[in-house]
């Protein structure tokens, strides 16, 4: 007699695996769903009201409980059922703070050198704000508490991890924002390992990989999960063996030792960084949406090894995993995770679940004159891992207005087996190679945490990280980090629109800002086209090279071109990070982007190739992605020519402004930026005018 407690998603995988088992006498669900009625009998119980949970398992002798969510797990059901001599499946109250408080985990970690994010727990805005000036933007900002997995915010700058702070500690996440952990961000690729745990032993089950963002591509804003995968291309062997050895075998010792044993399933979200995997959160049961695709891969008795770990048996237990991919594919209600109809109709299901290897789990449905229901998820399992596994639209159920979303594009992840070699590129996410990777492989990069619901760059993104801390080319003695995202989705450039207006620079499918601990020294900067008037220097300029015409073109990879570009760097930044960039590379270069870009060839009057400038266009203006030109021509100030140039082309398009990247104050190479008046910069401020004192190098040799 075994009963189950949830009435979602994952409670239909549970109790659909569970109702094969030929152990099981009867199965009862709380309070459930109208799927889980088609494995087990449901009852109308809270999962939080102990006193009835007790009084039903009497009164139907059941005998063994699986408790599925944490709000039960960390109030401590499982101590009162075994209180009351009902054997459970879940941890204890004690061991499940591992999951109810990210301060305790984080703690855990530390006294038993499990690898993770450098932290620090604070129940104070003047702590909070202490501890992020000495850390530096970017930040994780975390309610310590359950919040439903809205309580991280991702902080790129140290003004919005501070409002991220207040706003937790004045009750945004109500109790469980009373204290926060703020920890570094760490940049990688996301990772999910599952085990069975029976106080002491550790049993690896199979691999999976969630997908929380709406939108296709890893776009739009954060959800509980719009699918997932298993197994996941980013776990080798290796990598879950380095997870269990370095990460979940020592916080399971360590919670036996402080008198706290954990028995249950341990769900540890990792990043893959470059160096090794490391911890972002422990979950004390199985996850949402990984579930739906480990159950349907386990060829072994689901629940003789969930009484195995309870019963401290697991040491000689072997689980049978299917080499078949699952997928699974959350269909919800259409406008969701924002505002969205309740209580439509669903139509299809009965169609859907008829095809070959398709299975539907349901999640906040009820049955009455109709089938109705919140969200629900089609489970498709396919062999091999070579084609799409996602099921066709026509498989998908529907509402009569047909009101209902999904996502189709999981497979990627799939089909390209283990690429996860983003790890060896993590020092490398401003240049070429990590953005070739990225989209060679047809995948966008993972992201350590998503960007909030509403937050200004949504709906165009897919990635935000930072990259490894290292010396800075410009200015001697200085550390070098930046943040960086992704441009991916149909909005990419109304999303770059913004990040170009709030400071960031466009790089291949990549924006980045600086954000370098201790330093503010590069700031965006800008040109007043219309009030632009050139200098005495500058009209020099425009003399020297009264014979070099600009055209505007395509931004397609020229032979021509790129032999320029190889006697350009060659000459100009020999010793640079695109100093060994071959022939692809240059074409990534040129080619690669999310947003309107085109090139500038300038040619001397002999026709001669003299420089070429890859520019963008956006809302405001335009934006100089990189110029290179003759050497031989460095006299003639060829870079400030093409500046000069591109003024001019932005007049004749009515743009109002010219983007020339970053000027670093205290710099040199970076100062003849400071000549085309009026310039503005952006800082705490917003877009100011560079003071005239400021800047003061002549244009010449540029």
């Given amino acids: 007699e075994c009963s189950g407690r949830g009435f ?126 000495e850390q530096g933007a970017p930040v994780v900002v975390k309610a310590d508490g359950l919040a439903a997995g809205k309580g991280v915010v991702l902080a790129a700058t140290e003004d919005e991890a501070l409002n991220a702070a207040r706003d937790a500690l004045d009750g945004a996440f109500g109790k469980a924002g009373a204290e926060l952990v703020i920890e570094e961000m760490l940049v990688g690729e996301e990772a999910s390992y599952f085990a069975l745990i029976d106080g002491e032993t550790v049993l690896p089950l199979e691999t999976a990989q969630d997908h929380k963002a709406v939108g296709e591509g890893d776009t739009g804003p954060n959800t509980g999960g719009m699918g997932a995968y298993s197994p996941a ?70 629940l003789a090894a969930l009484m195995a770990a309870h019963d401290g048996e697991l040491k000689d237990f072997d689980l049978r995993w299917s080499d078949e991919v699952a997928l699974c594919v959350v269909l919800a209600t259409k406008g969701y995770p924002g505002a969205y109809e309740k209580g439509s109709t669903i139509r299809g299901i009965d169609a859907a679940e008829a095809l070959r290897d398709v299975t539907v789990f349901h999640a906040g449905t009820a049955r009455g004159d109709a089938w109705h229901r919140r969200r629900r998820r089609a489970r498709a399992r396919r062999h091999g891992a070579g084609h799409d596994a996602s099921p066709p639209p026509r498989a998908w159920p529907t509402t009569p207005s047909g009101g209902s979303t999904g996502r189709k594009d999981f497979a990627a992840g799939i089909s390209a087996g283990a690429r996860s070699e983003l790890n060896r590129l993590l020092g490398e996410l401003r240049h070429r190679p990590i953005i070739e990777r990225m989209t060679s492989e047809n995948r966008p990069l993972e992201r350590q945490a998503p960007a909030r619901a509403g937050a200004p760059f949504g709906g165009g993104l897919s990635f935000l990280g930072v990259t490894p801390l290292r010396r800075c080319p410009y200015l001697p003695g200085r550390r070098e980090r930046s943040i960086v995202t992704a441009l991916a989705g149909p909005r990419a450039d109304l999303a770059y629109d913004e990040m170009l207006r709030g400071g960031f620079r466009r790089s291949h499918l990549a924006a980045y800002r600086p954000a370098c601990p201790g330093c503010r020294a590069c700031v965006s900067a800008r040109v007043c086209v219309n009030a632009f008037t050139p200098s005495r220097s500058l009209r020099r300029v425009i003399a020297r090279n009264a014979g070099v015409t600009m055209s505007v073109m395509p931004a397609l990879a020229r032979p021509d071109h790129h032999a320029l570009f190889q006697r350009y760097l060659a000459a100009r930044h020999p010793d640079g990070t695109m100093a060994s960039m071959g022939r692809e590379g240059y074409g990534a270069l040129v080619e690669e982007s999310a947003v309107e870009t085109r090139l500038a060839e300038f040619r001397s009057s002999g026709g001669r190739l003299y420089g070429v400038c890859v520019f963008d266009i956006v809302a405001d203006g335009l934006s100089a992605v990189y110029s290179f030109y003759e050497p031989l021509r460095v006299k003639d100030s060829p870079g400030s020519y093409m500046i000069l140039s591109l003024l001019g082309d932005a007049r004749e398009r009515a743009l109002p402004y010219l983007y020339l990247g970053y000027w670093i104050d205290g710099c040199d190479k970076m100062d003849y930026k400071a000549r085309f008046r009026p310039l503005e910069v952006h800082g705490a401020d917003g877009w100011t005018i560079l003071d005239a004192r400021e800047g003061g190098q002549d244009v010449s040799n540029h």
């Fill in 8 to 133: 979602g998603r994952r409670e239909h995988a549970l109790c659909w695996q569970l109702a094969a088992s030929p152990l099981l006498g009867a199965l009862w669900c709380a309070p459930g769903n109208a799927g889980i009625e088609n494995e087990a009998t449901c009852v109308a119980l809270d999962p939080m009201n102990f006193d009835g949970l007790v009084s039903f398992c009497r009164e139907e002798a059941i005998d063994f409980v699986v408790v599925g969510p944490e709000a039960p797990l960390c109030a401590g059901l499982v101590d009162r059922l075994e209180a009351d001599g009902i054997a459970a499946f879940g941890p204890r109250a004690a061991a499940a703070r591992i999951e109810g408080s990210k301060g305790f985990m984080k703690d855990l970690c530390a006294r038993y050198g499990v690898p993770t994010a450098a932290y620090r727990r604070v129940a104070s805005l003047a702590e909070a704000e202490a501890f992020i000036a």
């Fill in 233 to 302: 291309p980013a776990m080798t062997p290796a990598l879950c063996e380095e997870a269990r050895e370095r990460i979940v075998e020592p916080l399971v010792r360590g919670l036996a030792e402080d008198g706290t044993p954990y028995t249950g399933v341990f769900y540890a979200g990792l990043m893959l960084t470059a160096d090794g995997p490391k911890l972002l959160e422990v979950n004390a049961r199985f996850g949402d949406p990984e579930c739906q695709v480990l159950v349907p891969r386990l060829k072994s008795d689901l």
